[in-house]
């Protein structure tokens, strides 16, 4: 009995980590044909420990505090970012943009650590946050190198949604653009994920393998085309193969 009350409930978080704006209790109990009463009780459960939290005027559901904590600590303690640290902190230095680095963990973008704060630039970004992967450089160049049916698996419906007014939203677009950045060793976001913020993303490896993605983001008055391409490309460059080199047997 209890390990089925926790079969379901780590199935509950699971559904809220795919649902950003929440869902009601009425959506949770369809969508995992869950007892309504059941669901009720596990809903209460997490909201006392903060796990999940709920919207005072709509009453949707949505993951809470509690498990950004957790997530956090999980992955501001991965071996990849203690070997990281230094480099990231240089590439802030030098280029004076915000800088992240981004595994791919289960069909999602997420972030693993972000170095600077801009004055006059804000982001949803920290450490822990997810998104999906199309739109977004850094997802870009993990995605670059992923195998058509992997792709497919993250994407089965070819639905991409739109974040910025040049996301790619075709996904057979997206696969042309993915075999670009593989050829180039680099991608570029474009305002596809920010209106008004570019960015440019290289890719961490483990052996041949890409573990990682680095990325360089800012204002497009900043973050000039002829700035990413002079100067920008191979600064990125540079530190994700700087990380690359340092990585023996990093645990992701």
Known sequence: MVTNTLDKAIRILELLSEHVHGLPLSEISRELDFPKSTTHHIL????SHHYISQNADTKR????????????????????????EGYLQELYEKSREIVHMYILREGKLACVAKVGNPRGLTLSSFVGWTTEP?????????????PRDKILSIYPDKVLRRYGKKTITDFDE??????????????IDDEEYYQGIRCVAAPVRAGKRVVASVSCTGPIFRMTMERIRGELVNRVKQTAEDISRNLKDVRL
């Open 134 to 146: 199309h739109a977004a450089g850094a997802g870009k160049v993990l995605l670059a190198e992923e």
């Open 44 to 47: 209460q459960t997490f909201l």
């Open 61 to 84: 559901y949505s993951l809470g505090v509690g498990i950004l904590q957790i997530s956090s600590t999980v992955l501001a303690n991965l071996d990849i970012n203690k070997i990281a």
């Open 174 to 187: 997206l696969l042309r653009e993915l075999r670009k950045v593989r050829r180039q060793g680099y991608a």
